[in-house]
């Protein structure tokens, strides 16, 4: 891709989009904000291109941290319009209608079925209070200081939560980056 | 500017790798590591951790996505980026990309919508790309500084309402970046002039005006490589066009790192 091979672009995106959008929407809600944050993110894989670097962490690394900067911007925007009046039908217009999306390719699916249900398993391994800390900086873009302010705990506490929690997900995640899923 | 020691550093590397570090500790990290293999090491360990979580629960988007993916993509090739952006790209430059972000999603959007509609897209992401392409040209520009560009906060108070600027000097390159903010435009026949204090002697900048909103994103060219003496980074309103030396007293200022 870093050549300017459209062709890579489409793999890339054929290997990642599914999981990129699920996580993005996560985060946007909206199913449109999703696929628009889902296309922008490409996009500046794609413009962007030899600016990854692999020693810094895996494709799907590199790509979801910018989806979750693009999608928390958006949720945040999206958090204050909604204070100031309701959505429209307008922007609640999906690009493609709720469900409309392609079914899952069926070894993929079985895939993807394993490997979340792997990610599942280790985060059911946590604490609670740990998993509670990483969700909360992952999906809804908190840094240790908001975090500790939300759960009205000392901020030491939630750093150490944090650690632990990804020293642990880190041991029992590695098998699933090393077989080439990331 | 928050000193870290090493041990601290590494402590910090899980939640640096989950993006829950502070803006402070976010810098640091990100300065540390350039030239901390051992340290930047540590982070890319933790890096499949927030992957794999992003991974977790598939939903397969709709096929107009990708071929409107595709379709952009043909407007143009990559850009090039000399350097790798994830490696070097301190914490300010996603704040500074923030704006862009706005642009770039509400026109992905738009872009998309326009597509289903089959009507305006080629019009709507020309005006993307080139947008784009603008801001990416800023943001190489600041990359190329390498180790070389200094970050100036002038003015801006912890409370987030007063005037400021960020002044960004690549003196690898001698360009800089000023991003000016809630700095109301100046009156007639008065521009604002951005001053460098060198050796106790104000040098000029930049000569600029902000917008009806307070904003501008100045360019800067050909200014010093040396930032040997700089002390601060000083504002203040003179006669249009600037001025040889300052002719009222700068009401902002901001220390030079390290001076």
Partial sequence: MQGGDERALATLYDRHAAALLGFVLRIVREHADAEAVLMATFLQAWRSAASFDGSRGSVLAWLAIMARSRALDVARGTKRRELREQPTVDEADPIGEAGEAA???P???VEQQERRRAIDVALATLPANQRRVIELAFFEGLTHVEIAERLTEPLGS????IRQGMLKLRDLLAPLAHEGVA | MTRFTREELFELAPAHALG???TDEAEAMERAMQSDPALAAEVSAFRNVPAMLASAAPVVPHPRVREALLAEARTGPPLRVERTVSARIPNWVPALLAASVVLTVSGAVYGV???RAAEGLRAGNAELTAELRRRERVLNSLLDGEGQLHLVQVGADTAGTGPGLQFYWNARQGKALAHVFRLKPAP??????????VDGKPVSLAVFNSDAAGHALVEVEGIARSVRGVT???VSVEPSGGSLQPTSAPFLAGTFPGA
């Fill in chain 2, 113 to 115: 919508r326009m597509q």
């Fill in chain 2, 232 to 234: 601060a980074v000083l």
């Fill in chain 2, 188 to 197: 007639a026949g008065r521009d604002y002039q951005i001053w460098a204090l």
């Fill in chain 1, 107 to 109: 070894l993929a699916g």
């Fill in chain 1, 103 to 105: 079914p899952v390719d």
């Fill in chain 2, 20 to 22: 829950a570090t502070t």
């Fill in chain 1, 158 to 161: 939630v750093k150490t939560r």
